[in-house]
């Protein structure tokens, strides 16, 4: 995704529209007039972020995708901050697909993605909110005939000489007639809402049950359906016997599409025991022979050949070749499923001039265009309507749009509205998962123990090679992605090489939460463990000194260690680690707490973690981020593993691809660092650092280094052995 430019107050609001008596802002304007109607049936109004209603209700349309980071608070927050207005009268709607809410930073797309929902709206939300106070200040004035610069805004009120008082409802019908000023000012003073803790305006909904996410979508006369896809990536149907599966009870259809067969029925188990009853013939294709034990060859013989170059400072090689002294280590990470609450679902309504979709999508605009070329439609022929999401981490974010296409292919195929639903095994099945990595890292020490030189090769897939965003974000051969981390690492080493060896497979990638952060942090934080071990120095103490010209990261890591009590006493068989990460603009630190059971399980007691995300909206959201994100990335240290024999994965279920369950959380702390720097992400950031604390833990608490995920008994034991550390 290209970066583009940040919103100017030259390319802001308008214009603003009576609607339904309330006032309408509109933020960057310059087409699509009709698309963006903001919820409201009619008149329609342009590109709407905030509706003020009469009876003093306040919506904000909200055009980022909720999956469960909060967004459908944090952005109505902006925008009520600036507006003054009361937080209680304050709600929200999703918006539509319109260029009007297209991403600020990433091109003319509408997406949810990269930890970027608050840092790309800051500005644009906050000026709609101060947009509209000055306008409603303005109408109060002419009301009681006063110069606006004696009135304010407080809580949903215009306050004027001598006590007057006007509240916002009272005064929308004029504020809306009045022209939206060019060059709107942002309040002066300590901020009364933003960094307050505020509660969720979308708890309510999903405790009551009356959220709608795309699996509880029910229409008149839809059919849901099940597809039965091929068991190797790339295979295809040769034929299908389906009689069986239409003499289920409730089965109305079977069909083939591209994806495999569709059965079709009155409801899900229907479906899934009629797609039971299916005998299908599949040509597999050239991926079926493909097994983990043979890439994992292919890549290690990979590493140990020159890649293509993403940083050279100083001359590495120089100090590396031929160097009996210097430290190597290799470290390997597995593919990796999003696994999301809510498995993959997506409703069609197609009709020949028309279509409704309704799904969970970080990615409209990709989805709706995608769905229009199969459906033989224009895009604004198309209605798409984002429900809750039950998770993404980026799954439903795919350039491909495999889930929507495949839903468009069953629609037309049975002439029916029709819901497609995945199965936990057909998610987990049919891909797309986070790349498989190895890494062969080099080092070798300066006389007081810290490095002179590091030379890094990375192999993996490439997650945008062959996408729509490879023109702008692959670079002589380099996809950003695959190195970030490592490539722009902060640690003062002089002589520094990373490279990039990108493999080819037919194993579907795509990006996952902290995307190519989730196995350099890994990589880095784990090596510069070792090095500081073979130094004889703490550490914490290490980082310190690689980091002197870095406040922030040294900020975070030592709030994190002070909080955490770095060096002092633990109860026996306990063990700190730490790691520090940048990614996605924040700066986070978590030193976890181990210990380790008779048969080398690793049992995570404590994590604590500090985050600097910049300039903060809800504390609340930011510790919930954080703590999700550390037992998101805990669940994949210790338990994920996609794996593959005979071009198939071997995992279907939670049982074999376990999650970190409430039994086994650790107690986690988490510290804000207070900050005036531009805002941060708060989504992604929270992963990277974890997996090699634990692993540092580890290695404090016995002696031995894991350098493979995930860190199973088996693998600590071995590496245990390996030390000639005794077990328990």
């Given at each position: 995704?290209?970066?583009?430019?940040?919103?100017?107050?030259?390319?802001?609001?308008?214009?603003?529209?009576?609607?339904?008596?309330?006032?309408?802002?509109?933020?960057?304007?310059?087409?699509?007039?009709?698309?963006?109607?903001?919820?409201?049936?009619?008149?329609?109004?342009?590109?709407?972020?905030?509706?003020?209603?009469?009876?003093?209700?306040?919506?904000?349309?909200?055009?980022?995708?909720?999956?469960?980071?909060?967004?459908?608070?944090?952005?109505?927050?902006?925008?009520?901050?600036?507006?003054?207005?009361?937080?209680?009268?304050?709600?929200?709607?999703?918006?539509?697909?319109?260029?009007?809410?297209?991403?600020?930073?990433?091109?003319?797309?509408?997406?949810?993605?990269?930890?970027?929902?608050?840092?790309?709206?800051?500005?644009?939300?906050?000026?709609?909110?101060?947009?509209?106070?000055?306008?409603?200040?303005?109408?109060?004035?002419?009301?009681?005939?006063?110069?606006?610069?004696?009135?304010?805004?407080?809580?949903?009120?215009?306050?004027?000489?001598?006590?007057?008082?006007?509240?916002?409802?009272?005064?929308?019908?004029?504020?809306?007639?009045?022209?939206?000023?060019?060059?709107?000012?942002?309040?002066?003073?300590?901020?009364?809402?933003?960094?307050?803790?505020?509660?969720?305006?979308?708890?309510?909904?999903?405790?009551?049950?009356?959220?709608?996410?795309?699996?509880?979508?029910?229409?008149?006369?839809?059919?849901?359906?099940?597809?039965?896809?091929?068991?190797?990536?790339?295979?295809?149907?040769?034929?299908?016997?389906?009689?069986?599966?239409?003499?289920?009870?409730?089965?109305?259809?079977?069909?083939?599409?591209?994806?495999?067969?569709?059965?079709?029925?009155?409801?899900?188990?229907?479906?899934?025991?009629?797609?039971?009853?299916?005998?299908?013939?599949?040509?597999?294709?050239?991926?079926?022979?493909?097994?983990?034990?043979?890439?994992?060859?292919?890549?290690?013989?990979?590493?140990?050949?020159?890649?293509?170059?993403?940083?050279?400072?100083?001359?590495?090689?120089?100090?590396?070749?031929?160097?009996?002294?210097?430290?190597?280590?290799?470290?390997?990470?597995?593919?990796?499923?999003?696994?999301?609450?809510?498995?993959?679902?997506?409703?069609?309504d197609l009709k020949k001039d028309s279509a409704l979709i309704r799904t969970g999508s970080q990615f409209q605009t990709v989805d709706r265009a995608a769905a229009a070329r199969v459906a033989g439609l224009k895009p604004e022929q198309i209605v798409f309507e984002t429900t809750f999401l039950g998770g993404g981490f980026g799954r439903r974010g795919n350039p491909a749009s495999d889930f929507v296409v495949e839903a468009v292919q069953a629609a037309k195929a049975l002439n029916r509205p029709v819901k497609v639903v995945y199965t936990r095994e057909d998610d987990m099945r049919s891909g797309y998962y986070r790349p498989m990595w190895y890494n062969r890292v080099e080092a070798a020490l300066d006389k007081k123990g810290y490095p002179l030189a590091w030379r890094h090769r990375i192999v993996g897939q490439s997650i945008i090679t062959g996408t729509s965003f490879e023109s702008a974000m692959v670079k002589n051969g380099i996809d950003h992605t695959s190195v970030e981390g490592a490539a722009d690492t902060p640690y003062a080493i002089p002589n520094l090489q990373v490279e990039l060896h990108s493999t080819t497979n037919g194993v579907p990638v795509l990006w996952w939460r902290s995307v190519g952060h989730s196995h350099t942090a890994f990589v880095m934080e784990s090596f510069m463990d070792e090095l500081a071990h073979k130094a004889g120095i703490d550490p914490y103490r290490y980082r310190r000194t690689l980091l002197a010209g870095h406040p922030r990261n040294l900020k975070v890591l030592q709030t994190a260690a002070e909080k955490a009590g770095w060096g002092k006493a633990l109860p026996e068989g306990h063990a700190r680690g730490i790691a520090v990460h940048e990614s996605f603009g924040s700066y986070a630190a978590q030193v976890a707490e181990v210990s380790l059971n008779k048969g080398g399980g690793i049992t995570v007691h404590r994590v604590v973690c500090a985050i600097d995300c910049g300039r903060i909206v809800n504390p609340d959201t930011i510790k919930a981020q954080m703590e999700s994100g550390i037992i998101f990335g805990l669940s994949a240290a210790l338990h994920g593993a996609i794996t593959l024999k005979n071009g198939r994965v071997e995992q279907g279920n939670f049982d074999s691809y376990p999650l970190v369950r409430m039994n086994a959380a650790p107690r986690i702390e988490v510290h804000i660092i207070p900050s005036n720097e531009a805002p941060g992400g708060v989504g992604e950031p929270g992963v990277p650092p974890i997996a090699p604390a634990v692993a540092n833990a580890l290695f404090a608490l016995t002696g031995a280094r894991v350098r493979t995920l995930p860190m199973t008994p088996e693998r600590v034991r071995s590496a245990m052995a390996a030390e000639n550390r005794p077990q328990a």
């Open positions: 995704m290209s970066r583009s430019n940040d919103i100017t107050r030259r390319q802001f609001i308008k214009a603003g529209a009576l609607l339904s008596g309330g006032l309408v802002l509109a933020c960057h304007l310059p087409f699509g007039r009709k698309e963006a109607l903001a919820g409201q049936q009619e008149p329609f109004a342009p590109n709407a972020f905030l509706r003020i209603s009469p009876d003093e209700r306040v919506t904000i349309i909200v055009n980022k995708s909720e999956m469960g980071q909060g967004v459908y608070t944090s952005l109505p927050m902006l925008v009520a901050e600036e507006l003054c207005c009361n937080w209680k009268k304050v709600g929200f709607v999703p918006s539509p697909v319109a260029p009007e809410y297209n991403h600020t930073q990433f091109g003319p797309i509408m997406v949810t993605g990269g930890s970027t929902s608050v840092r790309s709206e800051w500005s644009r939300l906050s000026l709609a909110g101060a947009a509209a106070r000055e306008m409603l200040i303005a109408a109060a004035a002419l009301t009681w005939k006063v110069d606006p610069a004696a009135c304010r805004a407080e809580n949903g009120y215009v306050i004027g000489p001598a006590g007057a008082k006007l509240s916002y409802g009272k005064l929308v019908k004029k504020a809306a007639t009045l022209p939206v000023p060019k060059n709107p000012q942002l309040k002066a003073g300590k901020k009364t809402l933003l960094g307050t803790p505020a509660k969720r305006l979308d708890s309510p909904a999903k405790i009551n049950g009356t959220a709608i996410f795309g699996i509880d979508v029910q229409e008149p006369g839809m059919l849901t359906a099940v597809i039965a896809r091929s068991p190797v990536f790339g295979g295809k149907v040769v034929s299908v016997h389906a009689d069986k599966a239409k003499a289920v009870a409730g089965v109305r259809s079977v069909v083939t599409i591209e994806a495999g067969v569709v059965v079709a029925a009155d409801d899900f188990w229907q479906a899934l025991k009629g797609r039971e009853q299916l005998e299908i013939t599949w040509d597999e294709g050239r991926w079926n022979t493909l097994a983990t034990p043979v890439m994992h060859e292919q890549y290690a013989r990979l590493a140990e050949t020159p890649g293509l170059v993403a940083r050279k400072d100083g001359d590495a090689a120089a100090y590396l070749d031929n160097n009996p002294e210097k430290i190597e280590a290799v470290f390997e990470m597995p593919y990796l499923a999003h696994a999301t609450m809510e498995p993959l679902n997506c409703f069609v």
